[in-house]
């Protein structure tokens, strides 16, 4: 199943892979996107398109009952009903999150993203809703305080890809020769990362204060540093987009009858203040965004990558409401058909991998699977993956995303979803 919601969705299971096959025609061609006439479109659609990318809790994640939920998903549903149109979230790999805004595959992007220089050339930001902090994150047996960059010299520093945080740590920790380039590891999801300082794979990792304070309710990580880069967050929408004024406006007008408060409360555990002073890890009300800073204009990439779901070619789960049964053990394949979305050819190394599961059973034994041709953009492709169910029982959820060589992550995530069921059900009396 993949990972396209409307204002309820559901996620999370899934492994092993091979094969890969025919391509279908390619579709009609799309129109260029307008971002002048966007507001006009989404009020005749009555239909808002968000990106996101739900492995980032408290801010976007999935629950116990599979359905999209967190700060940022709450709080697009509020400015969906400010705005009078219903809200569809897309799940994608968090690297290429702001491709899909440029493509236009969505209509804004809300997933914990913070205002750079560097993005701000790509998109338009609305105001700021969020001043988080960053923690620095280890494993139980590290003894260190980090209170700097020079702390960190010598050890090997994990981020999640394409954040702000790899940036930060190329710019100060690589680029200042207190680590070398191999010692910053960057990862798909936090989660893999948060596996590695438990195991002491890593040394430190580095993550948004309010995700670190959620992850550490578990053995084996303990804060050892915090606030070295403050984070900005606002939504991403085109560059020119007349959506930005009405998102704007539509922030205030929740932040103004007490709507974000409650949020904040519920999925933050923090009340809001109104001044540009807040201290980092406040959540904050109606800032502007400030002007970046001139840097270097960045150079136009040649094609994007991206990557659009078509269909389950299988074992459909229904949005997770009705997964299919499995005998533990059971050997299974799982299909898809993909659709290259984006301007660019996929070649035939590229691979769709796991990413992580609902629980640790969910990758049901699967790798990675290379897609095998070469795809143009327009085309599809059915993968298979090959999975086991697992020994134990339960319903199991997990997440693929489509990969470059070099680990880049893109387009929508797919999910396979499964039940495994109790062989000694409870007896109801």
């Known amino acids: 199943m993949k990972v396209s919601i409307a204002a309820t969705a559901l996620l999370f299971a899934l492994l092993v892979l091979f094969g890969a096959a025919t391509a279908n025609a390619a579709p009609p061609q799309q129109d260029e996107p307008d971002p002048a006439g966007d507001w006009a479109r989404i009020q005749t659609a009555g239909k808002l398109v968000i990106g996101t990318a739900a492995d980032y809790p408290p801010f976007e994640f999935y629950s116990s009952d599979y359905t999209l939920d967190g700060f940022d998903i709450a709080l697009a549903k509020a400015l969906g009903d400010e705005l009078g149109v219903e809200v569809e979230f897309n799940d994608y790999a968090f690297d290429g999150l702001l491709d899909q805004v440029q493509l236009g595959h969505v209509d804004a992007a809300l997933a914990a993203i913070s205002v750079t220089p560097e993005r701000s050339q790509l998109v338009d930001f609305t105001n700021l809703y969020y001043v988080g902090n960053t923690a620095v994150v280890a494993g139980a047996a590290f003894t260190e305080t980090i209170t700097s960059a020079s702390d960190m010299a010598g050890l090997t520093v994990g981020v999640q890809r394409g954040t702000t945080y790899q940036s930060w740590a190329q710019q100060n920790l690589v680029d200042h020769l207190f680590i070398p380039q191999a010692n910053l590891v960057t990862y798909g999801s936090v989660r893999d990362m948060l596996s590695d300082l438990r195991t002491g794979k890593l040394d430190v990792g580095l993550m948004g204060k309010l995700a670190a304070d959620l992850a550490l309710r578990s053995r084996g990580l303990k804060l050892v540093g915090e606030g070295l880069s403050p984070q900005q967050l606002a939504i991403a929408v085109p560059k020119g987009s007349s959506l930005l004024e009405p998102l704007n406006e539509a922030l205030l007008a929740i932040e103004t009858d007490g709507r974000f408060t409650e949020l904040s409360k519920l999925y933050l555990a923090e009340t809001p203040v109104q001044n540009s002073t807040a201290a980092a890890g406040a959540v904050v009300i109606a800032l502007p965004t400030p002007t970046p800073a001139a840097v270097q204009p960045a150079a136009t990439p040649a094609c994007v990558y991206s990557m659009k779901w078509l269909a389950d070619l299988n074992l459909d789960d229904q949005n997770m409401t009705a997964p299919p ?105």
């Open 325 to 429: 049964i499995l005998v533990p053990g059971q050997d299974f394949t799982k299909g898809w058909r993909i659709q290259n979305n984006g301007t660019c050819a996929w070649p035939a190394d590229f691979e769709l991998a796991y990413v992580n599961g609902n629980r640790i059973e969910a990758g049901m034994g699967g790798s990675s699977v290379k897609i095998g041709r070469a795809v143009q953009p327009g085309d599809s492709i059915d993968v298979n993956v090959n999975l086991r169910a697992p020994q134990t029982y339960g319903t199991f959820q997990g997440f693929w995303q489509m990969r470059a060589p070099l680990g880049q992550a893109f387009g929508e995530t797919v999910w396979v979803g499964i039940q495994v069921p109790d062989p000694n059900p409870p007896v109801v009396v």
